[in-house]
């Protein structure tokens, strides 16, 4: 295969729920407890004291603390743990046979080096392959799902036992791979970022988000909740909701309801939509959705005195500053996504 010494399969997970409710409570111990207490709670709010603490209610109170700790989803957080840890191992130890193995989670993404990586292989939910993609263009990934009860699997439609298989199909350049059109943002003071399903515009509170929209050599001032920017992969997440609910207005109001857009995600075009736009004698509401084809651009400049975000695919952590003085360009991005489908 030729491949040097520095080159590795890079694993990527998502902590478990399991993981973050016992990293909260500082041990599992602690958690098994808290749990336990806040389950007895409830059930003597539905009995009353009274009655909680009579003798022969026992049976009572420990199936109102069952009914409680079905609602907490208890043995859904340990199964799922238990089949993300067993995957995660059987995937590293074959792994290990074939290339040297760097694991990484989430929040490592962001900051680490791809550039050593022959393959990708992300183990979780749909959502964590788009949280990868963008930093890892170029470079094949491998969609694991864990838990097919629970991950819808679009995005992560392999299992650990296919895992070692198609890493060895990739290195001898023997896959079947789709490329996955991504989103570009550019500003005025070198900022930018990369989107797999989409980007936000907007503040990072409740707050209206100010800024002027430019777009086929038309401005407009707006005031929203910001503006979400779609890729083809994202077209049937976010905006679709957003679609969901224009849909349900128009049933109430007896008006037709309309046709989501939604696209492939190999198409070379975006599309945008402003969320909830406010009308005012300063603001207007002419613009509110369209398409961004490849070649053209569509920039947003803040007006925002503080608090104004550019996030992509819900990553908030990750974001881009943008306040006044910041003009965004929105394009479709040279860098494509490489997603091993066989």
Not at 90 to 99: F, G, H, W
Not at 304 to 317: K, L, P, R, T
Request: some cysteine.
């Amino acid at each position: 295969m030729g491949l040097s010494f520095s080159e590795c399969i890079t694993v990527v997970t998502k902590p478990s729920r399991r993981r973050k409710l016992s990293k909260r409570w500082s041990t599992q111990g602690a958690f098994s407890t808290g749990m336990s207490y806040r389950a007895q709670n409830y059930a003597v709010q539905q009995m009353g004291f009274m009655e909680a603490v009579k003798v022969g209610n026992e049976a009572e109170l420990a199936d109102l603390m069952e009914d409680a700790e079905e609602m907490f989803a208890l043995k859904q957080v340990a199964a799922e743990e238990q089949k993300n840890t067993a995957a995660i191992n059987q995937i590293s130890k074959a792994l290990k046979e074939i290339l040297p193995v760097s694991r990484i989670e989430r929040n490592d993404v962001p900051t680490y080096r791809f550039k050593s990586s022959k393959v990708v292989v992300v183990i979780g939910p749909d959502g964590l392959v788009a949280n990868v993609a963008k930093y890892a263009t170029g470079i094949p990934i491998i969609g694991v799902n864990p838990d097919p009860q629970q991950n819808q699997g679009i995005l992560v439609p392999f299992s650990a036992d296919d895992t070692a298989r198609l890493v060895r199909k990739v290195l001898d350049k023997k896959a079947r791979i789709r490329k996955v059109t991504l989103a570009k943002v550019v500003t005025n003071d070198e900022q930018s970022m990369l989107a797999f399903n989409d980007f936000f515009v907007g503040t990072d509170s409740h707050v209206s988000a100010r800024y002027s929209l430019d777009v086929d050599d038309i401005t407009e001032q707006q005031s929203s909740s910001g503006i979400v920017i779609s890729t083809g992969a994202g077209s049937t997440g976010w905006l679709s909701s957003i679609f969901n609910m224009v849909n349900g207005v128009n049933r109430v109001s007896g008006t037709e309801s309309c046709q989501p857009i939604q696209f492939n995600a190999d198409s070379q075009q975006l599309f945008w939509c402003v969320r909830e736009p406010f009308i005012s004698p300063a603001t207007k509401a002419e613009r509110v959705c369209g398409y961004i084809r490849a070649g053209s651009e569509m920039k947003i400049g803040s007006q925002m005195a503080e608090n104004g975000v550019i996030f992509s695919d819900g990553i908030e952590q990750d974001s881009i500053e943008f306040n006044t003085g910041t003009i965004a360009r929105f394009t479709v991005a040279d860098q494509k996504a490489l997603l091993v489908t066989g």
